[in-house]
């Protein structure tokens, strides 16, 4: 069974940085070419795509984040991380991790495209 575990949520202010991370079982994710993506979801609206990282290390990043957050994976823990820098409140929302087996480049960014997806963890920035 495939399970995503995400953490490393919480409170911050304006400016501040929170590092998420995503710890996957059930599969070896570096062998079934998995990719892996974060997504959230702000009260009263729909899910966005945040950034997604291809099992061969290839990354992405939604306009909102870009040059703020940084994706990253570590096969061999079967995890993959989410730095947030300058954080700002239009970043409070819930963060998933999502994944599936080789999502191709086209989808990375359609949130539909992944079967595997986590409980979440509450971001929320705030002075």
């Known amino acids: 069974e495939v399970q995503l575990v995400e953490s490393g949520g919480g409170w911050v202010q304006p400016g501040g940085s929170l590092r998420l991370s995503c710890a996957a079982s059930g599969f070896v994710f570096s062998s079934f070419a998995m990719t892996m993506t974060w997504v959230r979801q702000a009260p009263g609206k729909s899910f966005e795509w945040v950034s997604t990282?291809?099992?061969?290390?290839?990354?992405t990043y939604a306009d909102s984040v870009r040059g703020r957050f940084t994706i990253s994976r570590d096969n061999a823990l079967n995890t993959v991380y989410l730095q947030m820098d300058s954080l700002t409140p239009e970043d409070t929302a819930m963060y998933y991790c999502?994944?599936?087996?080789?999502?191709?480049?086209?989808?990375?960014?359609?949130?539909?495209?992944?079967?595997?997806w986590g409980q979440g963890t509450q971001v929320t920035v705030s002075s």
């Open positions: 990282i291809s099992a061969g290390g290839v990354r």
């Open positions: 999502a994944a599936d087996a080789w999502v191709a480049p086209s989808r990375w960014a359609d949130v539909s495209a992944y079967m595997y």
